[in-house]
């Protein structure tokens, strides 16, 4: 197998995803001793004023990337998106004024579901008869003027779509950017509270940042556990118990990079052209490579294609790898490949993938 | 400010906590390549072989240094322990079962409260009248024969107070061990579920370890949310969605290392070598030091003392940080001191510890 500096490869995966290397050389380097502590950041306490200023620091640093002030906070919750999708319906659904959401892909259908376990949840649109190739649209969206908000998945990591536009609503909107987080600028003041699982485009497994606008939490019901309240996480700024200090310190060491690497304009442009890269190939293979995703609705983060044959992808995925390219098998649910190209994947790993897939085509 | 080896301190820091050195060290050795994958830990798929061999031996590790069987599984969860205090009511108790919770510190009692938000806690002892100086006896818990289960909390961090008996009930048994999780034998197979957030004696914030007998998983009810049902974790080897694996892969380094050592037994000697250090001063101090636990409940895991003035506290602290030992200062309920000397404290801290404490007393 080819190795690129470090031995290390190019790691297509959809997530845990690629870290960028400074990132990960920085973290080695001060693993034993943190700035002078005297401890490894996994042994700070997070009552410390070292943490602390960390701690902040990154949550200002967010805020400040995405163009947001003092009406939102930054929350940093363990349990994944999947405890969002409770956590939602639980702090602000109710029978009465249930949550509305979007069906356009796996996550979106199970943030649904533990809604509707709840019996607080209901269906403003779904694409999943079309085996969710594209993102619903803003004609498409039926919601109670009175539902609680709506909830969409901005970027679908499984099929490979993304939204395109900010869905116009007269509810709260929130979002779960798991898979697209900071990969470019967005009127991120159309929403009430957007939420990713930081492992794909942020940092490693272990937290979710949440990004809520401070109203949207005043009035939580009294009946709920501490752990499973907004508020709770916003009165004791996320350390009413111990944070997950690795991932929140990771997460602050990639929204520094973001910032040199230019913020996020200059993120959306990167990763504009990485996608263009591979679409272009796809595009122009005499239908050898079939995207999985209809045009306007195709992510810039997740690649999903298929080839003529099942033999063909399982050789693909195994050549891919030889020359360093891993993790490009697609889910079960679409099949054929995903290529992940989240932030941290450079331009030269889109390059040579898009390069391998123009051979492997000629050679087949 | 002294300085020990890579310019490290001695951490008596109550949690996070030190970390053994070669854990660290191999973890900083394999950060950017993990054994030839060209990838960090963290960027490597939990679907992955690699992955799930590393799960699955930690796994196994843990039962087997637990001297536990197939009937015991163990669990990866997120959100902390304070998460579990919800989970477990939520989980096993009733409006006509409730749980029982013995109150020895503060843990314990947060743990009941989330019982009681649920109208489904009650109390089987306490010693808070007494400042939670001792733990609770056999004798004093009173346990209604329906409950659904008993909850103690094994050792109490603040007070530094740990149990010495495992209760005889006739209900089933549900310990956190977050402060002393395999710090040494115990029978075990006497509970049904023990829980540790691991970031004391096991690894660094992000993951509770839930050791859990299967039996008692069986009949969860339905209207949980997927990701606070204990069956969730069981039927999906806690990977329903990405967990927290820098974490996990840190607590599978620091279980070899327990192991490496001579397990468990070979923990309670070098723990209670450790604490006999610094009890033996306070005891032998004719009163400067005052120790808060009483002596038949008294902590291997956390030291709690006091000295004759608040001024004199505050010059012990300086003093301390000064020879590279850091972390001593108590927790406010208490006040004074308190040594944090769990599993990853080697013996020269304590021992480092207990001379500066012969020292100071006699220098004042």
């Known amino acids: 197998m080819k190795r690129f500096e470090f031995g290390r490869v190019y790691n297509f995966g959809p997530g845990p995803a690629t870290l960028p290397l400074d990132v990960l050389k920085s973290a080695q380097t001060e693993l034993l001793n943190y700035e002078g502590t005297g401890m490894s950041m996994m042994e700070i ?200 200090v690795w991932s929140i310190y990771m997460v602050g060491k990639v929204v520094r990079w973001i910032m040199e690497q230019g913020g996020l304009a200059s993120m959306a442009e990167r990763n504009a052209r990485k996608a263009k890269l591979l679409y272009d190939v796809i595009d122009g293979s005499d239908g050898f490579y079939r995207g999985h995703a209809e045009p306007n609705s195709r992510s810039f983060m997740n690649v999903t294609f298929r080839l003529p044959t099942e033999e063909l992808e399982k050789q693909f995925t195994v050549e891919a790898a030889d020359e360093g390219l891993v993790g490009v098998k697609g889910h079960r649910l679409v099949g054929g490949m995903r290529a992940s190209i989240y932030n941290a994947m450079p331009l030269e790993g889109a390059e040579a993938l898009a390069d391998f897939m123009s051979r492997f085509r000629r050679a087949h």
């Open 45 to 244: 306490s997070h009552r410390s004023p070292t943490y602390d200023r960390l701690h902040n620091r990154i949550k200002a640093d967010i805020l400040t990337l995405m163009g947001l002030g003092d009406d939102y906070d930054v929350l940093f919750i363990q349990g994944g998106a999947s405890l969002q999708f409770a956590m939602i319906p639980m702090n602000f659904a109710t029978v009465e004024r249930k949550g509305a959401y979007v069906l356009s892909g796996v996550f979106s259908s199970n943030a649904y579901k533990e809604a509707a376990t709840l019996g607080v949840g209901s269906i403003a649109a779904s694409s999943k008869e079309e085996n969710f190739r594209r993102v619903p649209t803003q004609d498409e969206l039926s919601i109670d003027p009175s539902a609680a908000y709506l909830h969409i998945c901005y970027n679908n990591t499984i099929y490979g779509t993304e939204f395109h536009y900010i869905p116009e609503v007269s509810v709260p909107l929130i979002a779960d950017m798991s898979s697209d987080m900071l990969s470019r600028p967005l009127a991120f003041n159309k929403f009430d509270l957007i939420y990713a699982g930081v492992q794909k485009n942020l940092g490693p497994a272990g937290v979710v940042v949440v990004v809520v606008r401070r109203s949207m939490v005043e009035n939580i019901r009294a009946d709920l556990p501490t752990m499973l309240r907004y508020d709770t996480f916003i009165k004791k700024n996320s350390m009413y118990n111990t944070p997950p």
